[in-house]
Nanobody, 122 residues
């Protein structure tokens, strides 16, 4: 398994930006697929984006496509989520996740962080 620690959440006004970070350790991190999920109050956790081990292949949820960008720095064992043009509908706890292999929408994530709160105000 992989240990994951998210950071960078906070309060931002609608239209603003935030960058989340996820520091990973454990199982050969640089070979893991990574992803971000989010869970809004009263809703199920939903997939946001995934990336393969080298950062070349990505898969975004339609709701964030064009606004969010995932990237990774394997030398630092860190994955980032740049979030632009935020709306109140993006308010949620954001979770970092890891998977042994990247399968696009079918990726099976098996390690999870504790989450970081993102709140977007009107």
């Amino acid at each position: 398994q992989v240990q994951l620690i998210e950071s960078g959440g906070g309060l931002v006004q609608a239209g603003g930006s935030l960058r989340l970070s996820c520091a990973a350790s454990g199982r050969t991190v640089s070979r893991n697929a990574m992803g971000w999920f989010r869970q809004a109050p009263g809703k199920a956790r939903e997939f946001v984006v995934g990336v393969d081990w080298c950062g070349k292949s990505t898969y975004y949820a339609n709701s964030v496509k064009g606004r969010f960008t995932i990237s990774r720095d394997n030398a630092k064992n860190t994955v980032y989520l740049q979030m632009n043009s935020l709306t109140p509908e993006d308010t949620a706890v954001y979770y970092c996740a890891a998977a042994p292999n990247f399968r696009g929408a079918g990726t099976k994530f098996d390690s999870w962080g504790q989450g970081t709160q993102v709140t977007v105000s009107t």
